[in-house]
């Protein structure tokens, strides 16, 4: 009867989650979101279609804002802890990239700050303030969604390279589930902590161009996050479940 928290859930590749990991009875979902005050129409609707809607709860959490993640972890021991339960998969989804145009010689520095506050602090400090607050499960499988474009390897073969910053933030999330990796590993004997590009896909951030459906992606995406094993701790996959140079 596992329980997963995701972040970003009121639209896009979190919300396909949702859609997915609702299906089942057995699952309890923290489904969260930047605001409450958001449409959270299509995430209310999926709820409302899943097999047990009172097993999803919804909870605001801005992942670029600290005081939000530390309100949200305490939120959620406020649920899980009656029931005797922890998060057994956190996937970290939520991530903007809002100046695809620009190119490392035209960094906008506020832009760039936005993408690895939402991008990279947001996943450190959730995972920081879920372990303080004693609600990860002891084999804990954290999933940091990252890009192809977040490789060096998978980058430097891209011409024109594109979206610069958003490929910073990547690479440092990247960079990040190294480190939660080991870190994670010294509190938490079972945890596997990996990183995965979902493919090109059709959400407002992969843009009408992409070739994927998000059903086909999260289902990929799921499959190889319930196949994980201790070894592939500090790993970063392809939906399909190969492997992707650093
Ligand atoms: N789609 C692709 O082709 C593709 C490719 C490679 C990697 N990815 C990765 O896959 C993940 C999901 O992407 P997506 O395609 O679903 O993107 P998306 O359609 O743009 O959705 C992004 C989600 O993140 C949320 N979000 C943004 N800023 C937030 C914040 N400060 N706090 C909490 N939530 C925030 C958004 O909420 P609001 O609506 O409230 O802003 C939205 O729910 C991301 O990590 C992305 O980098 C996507």
Same mark, same amino acid.
């Given at each position: 009867?596992?329980?997963?928290?995701?972040?970003?859930?009121? +639209?896009?590749?979190?919300?396909?989650?949702?859609?997915?990991?609702?299906?089942?009875?057995?699952?309890? @979902?923290?489904? #969260?979101?930047?605001?409450?005050?958001?449409?959270?129409?299509?995430?209310?609707?999926?709820?409302?279609?899943?097999?047990?809607?009172?097993?999803? *709860?919804?909870?605001?959490?801005?992942?670029?804002?600290?005081?939000?993640?530390?309100?949200?972890?305490? /939120?959620?021991?406020?649920?899980?802890?009656?029931?005797?339960?922890?998060? &057994?998969?956190?996937?970290?989804?939520?991530?903007?990239?809002?100046?695809?145009?620009?190119?490392?010689?035209?960094?906008?520095? !506020?832009?760039?700050?936005?993408?690895?506050? $939402?991008? $990279?602090?947001?996943?450190?400090?959730?995972?920081?303030?879920?372990?303080?607050? &004693?609600?990860?499960?002891?084999?804990?499988? @954290?999933?940091?969604?990252?890009? =192809? #474009?977040?490789?060096?390897?998978?980058?430097?073969?891209?011409?024109? +390279?594109?979206?610069?910053?958003?490929?910073?933030?990547?690479?440092?999330?990247?960079?990040?589930?190294?480190?939660?990796?080991?870190?994670?590993?010294?509190?938490?004997? =079972?945890?596997?902590?990996?990183?995965? &590009?979902?493919?090109?896909?059709?959400? +407002?951030?992969?843009? /009408?161009?992409? $070739?994927? /459906?998000?059903? &086909?992606?999260?289902? !990929?995406?799921?499959?190889?996050? *319930? =196949?994980?094993?201790?070894? !592939?701790?500090?790993?970063?996959? *392809?939906?399909? =479940?190969?492997?992707?140079?650093?």
């Amino acid at each position: 009867m596992p329980t997963y928290c995701i972040t970003g859930t009121n +639209r896009g590749l979190g919300l396909e989650f949702v859609r997915q990991l609702s299906q089942s009875p057995e699952n309890t @979902i923290l489904a #969260l979101t930047r605001s409450l005050s958001s449409d959270l129409g299509p995430l209310k609707e999926a709820i409302a279609a899943s097999s047990s809607p009172a097993n999803t *709860h919804i909870l605001e959490c801005d992942t670029s804002n600290l005081l939000s993640i530390h309100t949200f972890s305490k /939120e959620a021991g406020k649920i899980l802890h009656p029931l005797g339960k922890k998060i &057994d998969f956190l996937l970290n989804s939520a991530a903007v990239n809002p100046a695809s145009w620009q190119s490392s010689l035209s960094l906008g520095p !506020d832009d760039l700050s936005h993408q690895i506050n $939402v991008n $990279v602090v947001g996943p450190a400090k959730t995972v920081e303030f879920l372990l303080g607050s &004693d609600l990860l499960a002891k084999d804990v499988r @954290i999933l940091n969604m990252t890009s =192809g #474009l977040g490789s060096l390897s998978v980058s430097s073969g891209i011409k024109p +390279r594109k979206c610069a910053g958003y490929s910073i933030s990547k690479a440092a999330l990247n960079m990040l589930s190294v480190h939660q990796a080991e870190d994670l590993k010294a509190k938490l004997e =079972g945890a596997v902590v990996i990183v995965m &590009d979902p493919g090109w896909v059709k959400t +407002r951030m992969g843009g /009408e161009g992409a $070739v994927m /459906e998000p059903e &086909d992606s999260i289902q !990929d995406v799921l499959r190889v996050l *319930h =196949g994980l094993k201790k070894e !592939d701790n500090g790993k970063f996959f *392809h939906h399909s =479940g190969e492997t992707i140079p650093w």
